[in-house]
Every structure is written in structure tokens, then in C-alpha cells.
């Protein structure tokens, strides 16, 4: 199979069988997606292999996967001096924080949305450079203030910090 073909038969499946998935099965698509590509090879990912009571019991599973990570979209903040800020001098309405790659970075605190707006997510590469992506739709209210706060910041940063 080629990539084209790949790319163009692939789909998301959203309803799943009872049977279990053999050991072998799942260790087999673990090792194959280690080796998915990411963006200066940091490879963020996490994975989390359940099964028994746990999917049986999906506000379990709700809790434990929410425990896992958060999804906060936050400006940056351009209109403070970051070095001022690294020492010690963080504006009111900022907080500092460190990129995937231990860099300082000066976020406005307000949280524009958050993963608990995201209905749907999916995995992709950027159409223009090629690298990974995250495909997310948003919920009526994420997609509103996502328009909102896009059209009033248009040629400013926008960032996605996960924790």
C-alpha cells in the first residue's frame, strides 16, 4: 500500500467490538506508533493501555484519562518584557512557563478555552510543512470564542499548553 492510499482510505472508528484485543495486537501497535513522527523529535506522547472493569466502567476511565493531561489554549504575552519577567518581575494577568524544550515563555493567564470545549480530536500532519498536528473540533461555545479571540489577535501568538 502506498501512502496515497493509505491517506485516502483511512477512518476513524468510533464503535468497538466487546472481544478483547490479543497482547500481541496491542503490543504490536505500540511499537508502531513510537515511531510516529513529531516535531523536532520530542516526542510528547503518552499512552494508556486499559482494559477489564476499567472500559466497563467509562466515568472511570473518564477520570483516569482526565487525570492524565490538560489542554489549556492561552496568548502569549508580547506586550511585557520576558527577561524582566525570568527575573522575578512577572506582570499581574501573565504567569511564566517553559516550552517542550525548557525555554521561558510569557503566557497572559486568562485561558481562552480548554480541552473540556473539544468534542473531537484527531491525529494529522500540517498540510504546509508536513509535520504533526492535532485536529480538534470544538463544541458551539469553543468554536464562538475561538472565532472571537482569533479575529480580535490576528498576527499574534496563540499557545497550546498541555500539562
Known sequence: MDVIEAIESRKSVRAFRPDPVPKEVLTKI?????RAPSTDNTQPWEFIVAGGQVVQDIAKAKEILGRTATLEIMLVDEEHDLAA???GHVPPGSKLYKDRRGRPILLKKQVIYSGDNIVDAAAGFDSQGGGPVAHITLDARGAAINQRVTGENVG????????
Open 30 to 34: 505500540l511499537e508502531v506508533a513510537l
Open 85 to 87: 519577567a525570568m527575573s
Open 156 to 163: 499574534k501568538m496563540v499557545v497550546q499548553l498541555e500539562e
